[in-house]
Every structure is written in structure tokens, then in C-alpha cells.
Nanobody, 128 residues
Framework: QVQLVESGGGLVQAGGSLRLSCAASGRTFSAYAMGWFRQAPGKEREFVAAIAKSGGSTYLTDSVKGRFTISRDNAKNTVYLQMNSLKPEDTAVYYC?????????????????????WGQGTQVTVSS
């Protein structure tokens, strides 16, 4: 089992920045690729970013490329999502997720069903 706890959400004006953190406990953090998803009211959960277990490979959805960065610190069992130049359309609940440990060293899963563990989410609201 892996327990995930997100933090860092809040209310920010358009153009501002936030850094989300996701602290993991339980099994070996470095064995898991990690991802961030988000869900806006009335919409389906969507993929935002993923980082391989090694940290050596990342993938971001097109709508956040150039604005968001995903990183991880395996010594601290934490994955981060740095969000810059925020837009009102970034408003959502953001979820951290851990994949199955069977993935490869550079595996960056992008589908929700590829993830085995989920956090409770943290609200990000961007005002215009």
C-alpha cells in the first residue's frame, strides 16, 4: 500500500504560481512512477503530468507545457508540481497518483487506469 497526501493548493490570481506537493508513505517511493491529474467541476478527470520512477523522464499534457513542471525527490518521498502562469481554466481539484511498480525505468504513465494509488486531492482556484 502507498498513502499519498497532497498539499499546496489554494486561491491565486491569473498569472500567479503555486507549487503542489505530494508526500508518499508506505512502500518504496522510488519504485513508482508518479503522476498528477485534475478534475474541474462537471468534467472528467484529466491527466496533467507524469514522472518516471528514476526522475529521468517526464511528460506533460499539451495545455500545461511551458507553464508546469513535475519533479520528485526520492529521498523525501515527495513529488512536486510547479505551476506558473496559471489560468482560470487550470481551476480544478488536483490529484497525485502512484503507478504500479512493474513499469520500466523511464515509464511515464498517462492514463488513470495505469495508476494504483491516489491521494484525496487539493483544490486549486485561479481567479481572473
Amino acid at each position: 500500500q502507498v498513502q499519498l497526501v497532497e498539499s499546496g493548493g489554494g486561491l491565486v490570481q491569473a498569472g500567479g504560481s503555486l507549487r503542489l506537493s505530494c508526500a508518499a508513505s508506505g512502500r518504496t517511493f522510488s519504485a513508482y512512477a508518479m503522476g498528477w491529474f485534475r478534475q474541474a467541476p462537471g468534467k472528467e478527470r484529466e491527466f496533467v503530468a507524469a514522472i518516471a520512477k528514476s526522475g529521468g523522464s517526464t511528460y506533460l499534457t499539451d495545455s500545461v507545457k511551458g507553464r508546469f513542471t513535475i519533479s520528485r525527490d526520492n529521498a523525501k518521498n515527495t513529488v512536486y508540481l510547479q505551476m506558473n502562469s496559471l489560468k482560470p481554466e487550470d481551476t480544478a481539484v488536483y490529484y497525485c497518483a502512484a503507478s504500479s511498480p512493474s513499469g520500466g525505468y523511464y515509464y511515464t504513465p498517462r492514463m488513470a487506469h495505469e495508476y494504483s494509488y491516489w491521494g484525496q486531492g487539493t483544490q486549486v482556484t485561479v481567479s481572473s
